[in-house]
């Protein structure tokens, strides 16, 4: 079945993007394997084709109005990626970066790895699965991806302090941790100003913006890593989601 990409065309067109038939195929295909897959693990509550393509696929490729992802030899790391948003997304739109996905459910990963393998992303640039929890990998004994990546992205998985101590051990010095938030970013941003201080960050830009054609309100933040994270954090599992900083 063909499916009609007309408004996700023009909702991406507010961001300056267009995409080829090959990146829209690819689209559909992540959207037939979420629906299928859907039915045997709880990937999404949203499953009506125009929503998904919103408030998935767009508000996945939002943050690219902010950040220039099109760049050389990005490597980047989706923590808690969940069905695969935003990094799956942001694969295909931009199929040079260097992708890994870190999910704690074995489930989800298999998932994404069928996705990867039907989608053929591996075709430019690299893309992987890690199983494991974002405190243990990043763990400064032995955490093997702690600080070896340019940028880290997370989309709607815990408060923004919580967030930053899952996220920021992962960024190399001089990379920036993107956050996608809903309406109440700014808030968290400025409850988190002593998390971000103690993993080594600074604030560079909080962007409040609506949905294309919709009344959608999201705030896209990006934190930079400016020094080194210090060992301590991110603490044991569990920790920083219970205690935030």
């Excluded at 009609?4 to 394997?33: G, M």
């Amino acid at each position: 079945m063909q499916r009609n990409f007309n408004s996700l065309c023009n909702d991406l067109e507010q961001f300056n993007i267009q995409l080829s038939d090959i990146q829209l195929n690819q689209l559909e295909k992540y959207y037939e394997l979420l629906i299928e897959w859907n039915n045997k693990i709880n990937l999404t509550a949203i499953t009506d084709f125009d929503e998904v393509c919103r408030l998935h696929f767009v508000d996945s490729i939002s943050a690219a109005q902010f950040f220039d992802f099109t760049k050389n030899d990005i490597s980047l790391i989706d923590v808690g990626t969940g069905a695969g948003f935003p990094g799956i997304v942001l694969k295909i739109v931009f199929p040079q970066l260097k992708v890994t996905l870190l999910d704690s459910l074995q489930k989800r990963i298999t998932f994404l790895d069928t996705v990867i393998d039907e989608l053929q992303l591996n075709e430019v640039g690299c893309i992987t699965t890690v199983h494991g929890r974002a405190e243990d990998l990043a763990d400064s004994k032995k955490g093997e991806l702690r600080e070896k990546f340019d940028i880290a992205v997370s989309r709607a998985v815990a408060r923004f302090s919580t967030l930053c101590e899952y996220d920021m051990p992962y960024v190399k010095n001089g990379g920036c941790f993107i956050s996608y938030k809903g309406d109440k970013g700014i808030e968290e941003v400025e409850e988190a100003k002593n998390a971000i201080f103690l993993l080594g960050g600074k604030v560079k830009s909080i962007n409040e913006f609506t949905l294309p054609n919709s009344d959608i309100k999201r705030v896209v933040c990006i934190i930079d890593k400016i020094q080194n994270t210090s060992s301590k954090y991110p603490r044991k599992a569990g920790t920083p989601q219970k205690k935030p900083l």
